[in-house]
Protein backbone atom coordinates (compact mmCIF):
# COMPACT_ATOMS: atom_id res chain seq x y z
CA UNK A 1 0.00 0.00 0.00
CA UNK A 2 1.25 3.32 -0.79
CA UNK A 3 1.48 6.44 1.56
CA UNK A 4 -1.53 8.60 1.13
CA UNK A 5 -2.27 12.38 2.26
CA UNK A 6 -5.23 15.11 1.39
CA UNK A 7 -6.05 16.58 -2.05
CA UNK A 8 -6.72 19.85 -0.75
CA UNK A 9 -6.39 21.62 2.29
CA UNK A 10 -10.00 22.20 4.20
CA UNK A 11 -10.70 24.63 7.96
CA UNK A 12 -12.86 23.70 10.39
CA UNK A 13 -13.91 26.41 13.27
CA UNK A 14 -15.79 25.31 16.65
CA UNK A 15 -15.27 25.79 20.54
CA UNK A 16 -12.08 24.18 22.26
CA UNK A 17 -13.88 21.85 24.78
CA UNK A 18 -12.00 22.35 27.64
CA UNK A 19 -10.84 26.18 26.84
CA UNK A 20 -14.31 27.36 25.38
CA UNK A 21 -12.13 29.39 22.96
CA UNK A 22 -12.99 29.57 19.15
CA UNK A 23 -10.30 27.95 17.71
CA UNK A 24 -9.76 27.23 13.85
CA UNK A 25 -8.15 23.88 12.30
CA UNK A 26 -6.89 23.85 8.98
CA UNK A 27 -5.46 20.15 7.60
CA UNK A 28 -3.45 20.76 5.16
CA UNK A 29 -1.41 17.94 2.69
CA UNK A 30 1.90 16.47 3.84
CA UNK A 31 4.52 15.30 2.20
CA UNK A 32 5.68 11.63 1.44
CA UNK A 33 6.93 10.19 5.71
CA UNK A 34 5.86 13.85 7.32
CA UNK A 35 3.19 11.64 9.39
CA UNK A 36 0.30 13.28 11.42
CA UNK A 37 1.42 17.13 13.22
CA UNK A 38 -0.23 19.59 15.05
CA UNK A 39 1.22 23.36 14.64
CA UNK A 40 -0.02 26.01 16.88
CA UNK A 41 0.23 29.29 14.57
CA UNK A 42 -0.97 31.46 17.97
CA UNK A 43 2.43 30.77 19.19
CA UNK A 44 4.89 32.59 17.60
CA UNK A 45 7.79 30.15 15.60
CA UNK A 46 6.35 26.72 16.95
CA UNK A 47 7.10 24.05 15.12
CA UNK A 48 4.72 21.26 14.63
CA UNK A 49 4.75 18.74 16.47
CA UNK A 50 3.91 15.01 15.88
CA UNK A 51 1.65 13.32 17.07
CA UNK A 52 3.29 9.39 18.17
CA UNK A 53 2.78 8.19 21.59
CA UNK A 54 6.10 9.64 23.16
CA UNK A 55 4.59 13.11 23.00
CA UNK A 56 1.68 12.18 24.84
CA UNK A 57 2.07 14.11 28.12
CA UNK A 58 -1.41 14.20 29.90
CA UNK A 59 -4.35 12.03 29.11
CA UNK A 60 -7.22 13.86 31.91
CA UNK A 61 -10.25 14.29 29.39
CA UNK A 62 -8.36 14.08 26.26
CA UNK A 63 -4.92 13.19 24.86
CA UNK A 64 -2.49 16.05 25.01
CA UNK A 65 0.47 15.82 23.10
CA UNK A 66 3.32 18.39 23.35
CA UNK A 67 7.04 19.33 22.31
CA UNK A 68 8.92 22.00 25.11
CA UNK A 69 6.47 24.45 26.16
CA UNK A 70 3.90 24.13 22.72
CA UNK A 71 0.86 21.93 23.77
CA UNK A 72 -2.08 20.55 21.93
CA UNK A 73 -5.46 18.92 23.61
CA UNK A 74 -7.60 17.14 22.60
CA UNK A 75 -6.46 15.40 19.39
CA UNK A 76 -7.96 12.29 19.11
CA UNK A 77 -10.92 12.39 17.25
CA UNK A 78 -8.55 14.26 14.13
CA UNK A 79 -6.63 11.42 14.68
CA UNK A 80 -9.29 9.08 14.74
CA UNK A 81 -10.76 10.40 11.91
CA UNK A 82 -7.28 10.33 9.44
CA UNK A 83 -6.30 7.32 10.49
CA UNK A 84 -9.73 5.68 9.73
CA UNK A 85 -9.45 7.62 6.49
CA UNK A 86 -5.92 6.39 5.25
CA UNK A 87 -4.47 9.75 5.28
CA UNK A 88 -0.76 8.76 6.51
CA UNK A 89 0.58 12.99 6.42
CA UNK A 90 -1.46 16.33 7.33
CA UNK A 91 -0.34 18.88 8.55
CA UNK A 92 -2.99 19.91 11.03
CA UNK A 93 -2.91 23.92 11.85
CA UNK A 94 -4.22 25.82 14.97
CA UNK A 95 -4.80 29.28 16.00
CA UNK A 96 -5.51 27.77 19.37
CA UNK A 97 -4.04 25.36 22.33
CA UNK A 98 -6.68 22.59 21.43
CA UNK A 99 -8.63 21.00 18.43
CA UNK A 100 -12.26 22.36 18.28
CA UNK A 101 -14.63 19.79 19.77
CA UNK A 102 -17.29 20.43 16.67
CA UNK A 103 -20.15 18.26 17.33
CA UNK A 104 -18.13 15.90 19.97
CA UNK A 105 -17.58 13.37 17.43
CA UNK A 106 -15.03 12.95 14.08
CA UNK A 107 -18.19 13.07 11.79
CA UNK A 108 -17.61 16.92 10.32
CA UNK A 109 -13.92 15.62 10.14
CA UNK A 110 -14.88 12.23 8.24
CA UNK A 111 -17.50 14.27 5.78
CA UNK A 112 -14.76 17.20 4.91
CA UNK A 113 -11.64 14.19 3.97
CA UNK A 114 -14.49 12.82 1.88
CA UNK A 115 -14.96 16.12 0.10
CA UNK A 116 -11.60 16.84 -0.72
CA UNK A 117 -10.89 13.82 -1.41
CA UNK A 118 -7.32 11.48 -0.76
CA UNK A 119 -4.43 11.38 -3.30
CA UNK A 120 -1.64 8.61 -3.39
CA UNK A 121 1.76 9.52 -2.82
CA UNK A 122 4.84 7.39 -3.95
CA UNK A 123 6.23 6.28 -0.39
CA UNK A 124 4.86 2.73 0.79
CA UNK A 125 2.85 2.47 4.16
CA UNK A 126 4.66 1.14 7.41
CA UNK A 127 2.35 -1.67 8.84
CA UNK A 128 2.63 -2.79 12.36
CA UNK A 129 1.72 -6.40 11.94
CA UNK A 130 0.71 -8.02 15.15
CA UNK A 131 1.93 -11.47 15.62
CA UNK A 132 1.58 -12.48 19.18
CA UNK A 133 -0.87 -11.95 22.05
CA UNK A 134 0.30 -8.29 23.97
CA UNK A 135 -1.91 -7.25 26.98
CA UNK A 136 -1.32 -3.71 28.60
CA UNK A 137 -3.14 -3.60 32.24
CA UNK A 138 -4.23 -0.83 34.57
CA UNK A 139 -4.81 -3.18 37.74
CA UNK A 140 -6.05 0.36 39.58
CA UNK A 141 -9.16 1.32 37.14
CA UNK A 142 -9.55 -2.84 35.55
CA UNK A 143 -9.05 -0.92 32.09
CA UNK A 144 -7.26 -3.54 29.27
CA UNK A 145 -6.38 -3.64 26.20
CA UNK A 146 -5.63 -6.66 24.72
CA UNK A 147 -3.98 -7.15 20.74
CA UNK A 148 -4.02 -10.30 18.48
CA UNK A 149 -2.76 -11.50 15.49
CA UNK A 150 -5.79 -10.66 12.69
CA UNK A 151 -6.06 -10.23 8.78
CA UNK A 152 -7.49 -6.40 9.35
CA UNK A 153 -7.58 -3.98 11.73
CA UNK A 154 -10.54 -4.67 14.15
CA UNK A 155 -11.62 -3.20 17.33
CA UNK A 156 -14.12 -4.46 19.92
CA UNK A 157 -14.97 -2.34 23.08
CA UNK A 158 -16.75 -3.22 26.18
CA UNK A 159 -17.54 -0.49 29.00
CA UNK A 160 -18.91 -0.94 32.50
CA UNK A 161 -19.91 2.43 34.47
CA UNK A 162 -21.58 1.98 38.40
CA UNK A 163 -25.05 3.89 36.68
CA UNK A 164 -28.62 2.65 36.41
CA UNK A 165 -28.34 4.50 32.87
CA UNK A 166 -25.34 3.40 31.60
CA UNK A 167 -24.27 -0.01 32.73
CA UNK A 168 -22.46 -2.10 30.31
CA UNK A 169 -22.03 -1.89 26.53
CA UNK A 170 -19.62 -3.34 23.84
CA UNK A 171 -19.44 -1.97 19.97
CA UNK A 172 -17.28 -3.84 17.19
CA UNK A 173 -15.46 -2.69 13.96
CA UNK A 174 -13.89 -5.56 11.75
CA UNK A 175 -12.92 -2.93 9.02
CA UNK A 176 -11.97 0.82 8.88
CA UNK A 177 -14.34 1.09 6.09
CA UNK A 178 -17.42 0.73 8.77
CA UNK A 179 -15.78 3.86 10.39
CA UNK A 180 -17.64 6.45 8.73
CA UNK A 181 -21.02 5.63 8.77
CA UNK A 182 -20.80 3.37 11.81
CA UNK A 183 -18.27 5.24 14.28
CA UNK A 184 -17.31 8.66 13.12
CA UNK A 185 -20.84 10.28 14.24
CA UNK A 186 -20.11 8.81 17.76
CA UNK A 187 -20.16 11.65 20.70
CA UNK A 188 -17.98 12.24 23.60
CA UNK A 189 -20.26 11.52 27.00
CA UNK A 190 -20.21 12.82 30.78
CA UNK A 191 -22.00 12.04 33.41
CA UNK A 192 -23.88 15.58 35.24
CA UNK A 193 -22.46 13.97 38.37
CA UNK A 194 -18.63 14.99 37.03
CA UNK A 195 -19.69 18.14 35.94
CA UNK A 196 -18.61 20.32 38.86
CA UNK A 197 -15.52 19.12 39.20
CA UNK A 198 -14.31 19.03 35.83
CA UNK A 199 -15.28 22.93 35.97
CA UNK A 200 -13.50 23.32 38.94
CA UNK A 201 -10.65 21.83 37.55
CA UNK A 202 -10.78 24.44 34.30
CA UNK A 203 -12.56 21.83 31.96
CA UNK A 204 -15.48 21.29 29.46
CA UNK A 205 -15.56 25.16 29.61
CA UNK A 206 -17.12 24.41 25.68
CA UNK A 207 -19.19 21.79 26.37
CA UNK A 208 -23.11 22.30 25.82
CA UNK A 209 -25.74 19.38 25.11
CA UNK A 210 -25.25 19.92 21.52
CA UNK A 211 -21.83 18.39 21.28
CA UNK A 212 -21.91 16.03 24.33
CA UNK A 213 -23.90 13.03 25.57
CA UNK A 214 -25.09 14.10 29.17
CA UNK A 215 -26.04 11.64 31.33
CA UNK A 216 -28.15 12.16 34.44
CA UNK A 217 -28.14 9.08 36.68
CA UNK A 218 -27.88 10.53 40.15
CA UNK A 219 -30.39 12.41 42.27
CA UNK A 220 -29.48 16.49 41.87
CA UNK A 221 -31.79 19.48 42.93
CA UNK A 222 -32.94 22.02 40.24
CA UNK A 223 -31.44 24.61 41.60
CA UNK A 224 -28.04 22.89 41.44
CA UNK A 225 -28.49 21.70 38.08
CA UNK A 226 -29.22 25.56 37.38
CA UNK A 227 -26.35 26.80 38.98
CA UNK A 228 -24.08 24.22 36.60
CA UNK A 229 -25.37 25.61 33.76
CA UNK A 230 -24.95 28.61 34.95
CA UNK A 231 -20.69 27.88 35.29
CA UNK A 232 -21.18 26.46 32.02
CA UNK A 233 -22.65 29.58 30.26
CA UNK A 234 -25.63 26.96 28.85
CA UNK A 235 -28.91 27.27 28.94
CA UNK A 236 -31.15 25.87 32.06
CA UNK A 237 -32.94 22.72 31.68
CA UNK A 238 -35.56 21.21 33.74
CA UNK A 239 -34.61 17.48 34.45
CA UNK A 240 -37.05 15.03 35.98
CA UNK A 241 -35.91 11.73 35.50
CA UNK A 242 -32.63 9.90 34.79
CA UNK A 243 -31.57 9.10 31.77
CA UNK A 244 -29.91 11.33 28.65
CA UNK A 245 -30.62 14.60 28.76
CA UNK A 246 -29.93 16.24 25.50
CA UNK A 247 -31.14 18.44 22.47
CA UNK A 248 -31.11 15.60 20.63
CA UNK A 249 -31.48 11.96 20.53
CA UNK A 250 -28.45 9.18 20.75
CA UNK A 251 -27.27 8.64 17.20
CA UNK A 252 -26.96 4.72 18.11
CA UNK A 253 -28.15 2.97 20.82
CA UNK A 254 -24.56 2.06 22.15
CA UNK A 255 -23.09 5.65 21.25
CA UNK A 256 -20.83 5.63 24.09
CA UNK A 257 -19.35 2.60 23.52
CA UNK A 258 -18.65 3.62 19.65
CA UNK A 259 -17.43 6.95 20.99
CA UNK A 260 -14.74 4.87 23.56
CA UNK A 261 -14.27 2.87 20.12
CA UNK A 262 -13.67 6.03 18.09
CA UNK A 263 -11.33 7.02 21.24
CA UNK A 264 -9.35 3.61 20.87
CA UNK A 265 -8.69 4.34 17.19
CA UNK A 266 -7.57 7.66 17.50
CA UNK A 267 -4.80 7.00 19.92
CA UNK A 268 -3.65 3.71 18.61
CA UNK A 269 -2.73 5.97 15.66
CA UNK A 270 -0.22 7.31 17.52
CA UNK A 271 1.80 4.54 17.21
CA UNK A 272 2.24 6.27 13.60
CA UNK A 273 2.05 3.12 11.50
CA UNK A 274 -0.99 1.44 10.37
CA UNK A 275 -1.89 -1.79 12.01
CA UNK A 276 -3.08 -5.38 11.58
CA UNK A 277 -4.44 -7.02 14.20
CA UNK A 278 -7.49 -7.23 16.65
CA UNK A 279 -7.76 -4.84 19.29
CA UNK A 280 -9.70 -6.05 22.20
CA UNK A 281 -10.36 -2.88 24.90
CA UNK A 282 -11.86 -3.26 27.99
CA UNK A 283 -13.33 -0.17 29.77
CA UNK A 284 -10.86 1.39 27.38
CA UNK A 285 -9.62 5.10 28.39
CA UNK A 286 -6.97 7.69 27.07
CA UNK A 287 -4.51 6.66 29.84
CA UNK A 288 -4.56 2.95 29.23
CA UNK A 289 -4.77 3.58 25.15
CA UNK A 290 -1.82 5.55 24.80
CA UNK A 291 0.09 3.10 27.40
CA UNK A 292 -0.45 0.55 24.66
CA UNK A 293 1.23 2.72 21.94
CA UNK A 294 3.92 4.19 23.87
CA UNK A 295 4.57 -0.36 24.27
CA UNK A 296 4.27 -0.71 21.16
CA UNK A 297 6.52 1.97 19.93
CA UNK A 298 9.21 0.81 22.20
CA UNK A 299 9.07 -2.30 20.24
CA UNK A 300 9.26 -0.64 17.20
CA UNK A 301 12.16 1.37 18.36
CA UNK A 302 14.35 -1.84 19.38
CA UNK A 303 13.46 -3.35 15.91
CA UNK A 304 14.03 -0.85 13.16
CA UNK A 305 12.05 -3.05 10.78
CA UNK A 306 9.32 -6.26 11.76
CA UNK A 307 10.09 -9.33 10.53
CA UNK A 308 7.91 -9.75 7.28
CA UNK A 309 5.13 -12.40 7.84
CA UNK A 310 5.79 -15.72 6.30
CA UNK A 311 3.25 -18.36 5.80
CA UNK A 312 4.81 -21.42 4.13
CA UNK A 313 1.43 -22.81 2.73
CA UNK A 314 1.45 -20.23 0.42
CA UNK A 315 2.62 -20.34 -3.14
CA UNK A 316 5.70 -18.49 -3.57
CA UNK A 317 6.12 -14.83 -5.97
CA UNK A 318 9.02 -17.29 -7.29
CA UNK A 319 10.14 -20.87 -6.93
CA UNK A 320 13.44 -21.67 -7.21
CA UNK A 321 13.42 -22.98 -10.69
CA UNK A 322 11.89 -19.37 -11.40
CA UNK A 323 14.89 -17.84 -9.77
CA UNK A 324 17.49 -20.33 -12.22
CA UNK A 325 16.37 -18.77 -14.81
CA UNK A 326 17.06 -14.77 -13.54
CA UNK A 327 20.46 -15.50 -11.33
CA UNK A 328 23.51 -17.59 -12.88
CA UNK A 329 24.23 -18.96 -9.40
CA UNK A 330 24.44 -22.81 -8.61
CA UNK A 331 24.92 -25.20 -6.39
CA UNK A 332 26.85 -24.69 -3.54
CA UNK A 333 26.36 -20.66 -4.45
CA UNK A 334 22.42 -20.63 -4.84
CA UNK A 335 21.57 -19.31 -1.72
CA UNK A 336 17.66 -18.15 -2.07
CA UNK A 337 15.06 -20.93 -2.18
CA UNK A 338 12.03 -18.59 -3.14
CA UNK A 339 10.68 -14.85 -3.18
CA UNK A 340 7.15 -14.92 -1.62
CA UNK A 341 6.65 -11.16 -1.38
CA UNK A 342 7.62 -8.28 -3.84
CA UNK A 343 6.65 -4.78 -3.77
CA UNK A 344 8.05 -1.74 -6.56
CA UNK A 345 10.84 -1.07 -4.31
CA UNK A 346 11.65 -4.15 -1.78
CA UNK A 347 11.57 -7.87 -1.75
CA UNK A 348 11.36 -10.68 0.73
CA UNK A 349 13.00 -14.12 -0.02
CA UNK A 350 13.32 -17.33 2.02
CA UNK A 351 16.58 -19.45 2.25
CA UNK A 352 16.26 -22.91 4.45
CA UNK A 353 19.20 -23.71 6.17
CA UNK A 354 20.30 -27.61 6.05
CA UNK A 355 22.59 -29.48 7.94
CA UNK A 356 23.97 -30.64 4.52
CA UNK A 357 24.87 -27.19 3.57
CA UNK A 358 28.69 -27.50 1.96
CA UNK A 359 29.95 -24.65 4.07
CA UNK A 360 29.07 -26.72 7.46
CA UNK A 361 32.12 -29.09 7.09
CA UNK A 362 35.07 -26.86 8.06
CA UNK A 363 32.55 -23.80 9.70
CA UNK A 364 32.93 -25.38 12.04
CA UNK A 365 32.69 -29.46 12.31
CA UNK A 366 31.76 -29.47 15.54
CA UNK A 367 29.24 -26.36 15.96
CA UNK A 368 28.41 -25.66 12.94
CA UNK A 369 27.32 -21.93 12.31
CA UNK A 370 26.22 -20.14 8.99
CA UNK A 371 29.42 -17.93 7.67
CA UNK A 372 28.28 -14.26 8.09
CA UNK A 373 29.73 -13.35 4.54
CA UNK A 374 27.36 -16.07 2.99
CA UNK A 375 24.32 -14.29 4.79
CA UNK A 376 24.99 -10.92 2.74
CA UNK A 377 25.52 -12.89 -0.27
CA UNK A 378 22.32 -14.40 0.35
CA UNK A 379 20.88 -10.48 0.62
CA UNK A 380 22.35 -9.32 -2.84
CA UNK A 381 21.02 -12.61 -4.66
CA UNK A 382 17.81 -11.62 -3.38
CA UNK A 383 18.17 -7.69 -4.42
CA UNK A 384 19.33 -9.32 -7.75
CA UNK A 385 16.18 -10.69 -7.68
CA UNK A 386 14.50 -7.21 -7.24
CA UNK A 387 16.81 -5.54 -9.94
CA UNK A 388 16.34 -7.84 -12.46
CA UNK A 389 12.31 -7.85 -12.37
CA UNK A 390 12.55 -4.12 -13.45
CA UNK A 391 14.68 -4.80 -16.22
CA UNK A 392 13.98 -6.20 -20.01
CA UNK A 393 15.43 -9.75 -20.55
CA UNK A 394 16.82 -10.11 -16.87
CA UNK A 395 18.40 -13.48 -17.76
CA UNK A 396 20.78 -11.91 -19.78
CA UNK A 397 22.01 -9.73 -17.04
CA UNK A 398 24.38 -10.92 -13.74
CA UNK A 399 24.37 -8.30 -10.34
CA UNK A 400 27.51 -7.68 -8.94
CA UNK A 401 28.68 -5.85 -5.04
CA UNK A 402 30.22 -2.63 -5.32
CA UNK A 403 30.27 -1.97 -1.91
CA UNK A 404 29.35 -3.24 1.47
CA UNK A 405 28.65 -1.18 4.63
CA UNK A 406 26.93 -1.17 8.00
CA UNK A 407 27.18 -4.83 8.75
CA UNK A 408 26.34 -6.21 11.63
CA UNK A 409 26.01 -9.73 12.53
CA UNK A 410 23.36 -10.32 15.59
CA UNK A 411 23.05 -13.84 16.21
CA UNK A 412 24.08 -17.13 14.70
CA UNK A 413 22.41 -19.11 11.95
CA UNK A 414 22.45 -22.84 12.54
CA UNK A 415 21.24 -25.94 10.82
CA UNK A 416 17.15 -25.99 11.09
CA UNK A 417 17.08 -21.98 10.82
CA UNK A 418 14.87 -20.26 7.90
CA UNK A 419 16.01 -17.09 7.10
CA UNK A 420 14.20 -14.66 5.86
CA UNK A 421 15.38 -11.83 3.62
CA UNK A 422 14.33 -8.29 3.24
CA UNK A 423 16.20 -5.86 0.89
CA UNK A 424 14.83 -2.69 -0.41
CA UNK A 425 16.35 0.33 -2.10
CA UNK A 426 17.86 3.22 -0.36
CA UNK A 427 18.35 5.03 -3.36
CA UNK A 428 16.60 4.47 -6.96
CA UNK A 429 18.00 2.78 -9.75
CA UNK A 430 20.45 4.98 -12.02
CA UNK A 431 22.53 3.56 -14.85
CA UNK A 432 21.93 -0.08 -13.11
CA UNK A 433 23.37 0.44 -9.75
CA UNK A 434 21.12 1.09 -6.74
CA UNK A 435 22.00 1.38 -2.47
CA UNK A 436 20.40 -0.87 -0.38
CA UNK A 437 19.75 -2.13 2.77
CA UNK A 438 19.08 -5.75 3.96
CA UNK A 439 18.03 -7.44 7.25
CA UNK A 440 18.19 -11.49 7.51
CA UNK A 441 15.93 -12.39 9.56
CA UNK A 442 15.13 -16.08 11.96
CA UNK A 443 11.38 -15.71 13.27
CA UNK A 444 10.61 -12.15 14.47
CA UNK A 445 15.05 -11.08 15.08
CA UNK A 446 16.89 -9.99 12.91
CA UNK A 447 20.19 -12.20 12.78
CA UNK A 448 22.14 -10.42 10.27
CA UNK A 449 21.69 -6.55 8.27
CA UNK A 450 24.17 -4.91 5.83
CA UNK A 451 24.11 -1.67 3.46
CA UNK A 452 25.16 -2.28 0.09
CA UNK A 453 25.62 -1.03 -3.76
CA UNK A 454 24.66 -3.40 -6.25
CA UNK A 455 25.51 -2.74 -10.21
CA UNK A 456 23.50 -5.12 -12.59
CA UNK A 457 25.82 -5.64 -16.01
CA UNK A 458 24.67 -7.51 -19.14
CA UNK A 459 26.61 -10.95 -20.07
CA UNK A 460 28.75 -11.15 -22.70
Request: negative net charge; aromatic residues 8%.
Amino acid sequence: MKQCTLKNSFTLKGKGLHTGLEINATFKPAPDNFGRKFQRLDIEGSEPVEAVAENVVETCRGTVIAHGDVKISTIEHAMAALYAMGVDNCLIELDGPEMPILDGSAKLIVEKIQEVGIEEQKEEVLTYVVKQRTVVKDDKTGASICVIPDDDFCVDVMIEFNSCVLSNQFATMDSLEEFPKEIAASRTFVFVREIAELVKHGLIKGGDLDNAIVIYDSPIEQAELDNLADMMNVPHKHVSEYGFINNNELVFKNEPARHKLLDVVGDVALIGRRVQGRIIATCPGHTINTTFSKKIRRELKRQEIQAPVYNPNNEPLMDVNRIRELLPHRYPFLLVDKIIEKGEKYIVGVKNVSGNEPFFQGHFPTEPVMPGVLQIEAMAQTAGLLVLSGVEDPESYSTYFMKIDNVKFRQKVVPGDTLIFHVSYMTDLRRGCAYMKGYAFVGDKIVSEAEFMAQIIKNK
